[in-house]
Each structure stands twice: as C-alpha cells, then as structure tokens.
Nanobody, 128 residues
Framework: VQVVESGGGLVQAGGSLTLSCTASGLTFENYIMGWFRQAPGKEREGVAIINRSGRSTFYADSAKGRFTISRDNEKNTLYLKMNILKPDDTATYYC??????????????????????WGQGTQVTVSS
C-alpha cells in the first residue's frame, strides 16, 4: 500500500492551495480518509475527514469555512482545498486511511494507530 501526498508549497497569507493524496494497493472506496497536520513543536491535529462515499465530512474548527475535503473514488484520490491561508496553517500535512466501522468526529482526534495507512506528508508554508 502506498499513500502519497502532493501539492504543498509556499504561499502568501490569504492565498490558496489544493493538496492531493493518491492511494494505491488498497480498495480506496472502503476507507474513511482524513487530513492531518503537524507544525514544528506541536502535536499532530486532525484537519478534516470524509466518509467512504464522500457525502459526509467533518472539519476541525480551524478549518471550517476555509478548507474543503473531497474525494474521487474512481481516481483513488483525496483532496484538500485550502483557502484564505494563514501563517498558523504552516505545517506538514498528512493523508491517512482508516477502516473504522463508524464515521464520526472522533476520528479527527483519533490515535495515530486508529488509521491503517499514512502518507509521508507534504509541507505547506504560509508567509505573512
């Protein structure tokens, strides 16, 4: 199984970025997917999660109204559209997949081991 993020980069505050995550070696539509991030010196935090069909999503308060998570099960790809970026959004962003039976906000705060697969991360840097 491979989970690979892309799309990170350097952007000015107020700008936008779209992250992508492509998964291979698994049946993508069977997995709940999530985006997490970790800034230097801080704990990893959940950003957004999406259920298997893509019809239900949850966001961290920090992401609500600015970020949009989506997925394309035919392309085995997860997306995170980020608008109105702030310097506080600077972090390494990770994509993760879980076979969890139930979809809920708890997955934003779940332990690392709750997710079956993680990507290597993509760096997002927002300059002020």
């Amino acid at each position: 199984v491979q989970v690979v993020e892309s799309g990170g980069g350097l952007v000015q505050a107020g700008g936008s970025l779209t992250l992508s995550c492509t998964a291979s070696g698994l049946t993508f539509e069977n997995y709940i997917m999530g985006w997490f991030r970790q800034a230097p010196g801080k704990e990893r935090e959940g950003v957004a999660i999406i259920n298997r069909s893509g019809r239900s999503t949850f966001y961290a308060d920090s992401a609500k109204g600015r970020f949009t998570i989506s997925r394309d099960n035919e392309k085995n790809t997860l997306y995170l559209k980020m608008n109105i970026l702030k310097p506080d959004d600077t972090a390494t962003y990770y994509c993760a997949a879980t076979e969890a039976a139930f979809f809920g906000t708890w997955l934003l705060r779940a332990q690392y081991t709750q997710y079956n697969y993680w990507g290597q991360g993509t760096q997002v840097t927002v300059s002020s």
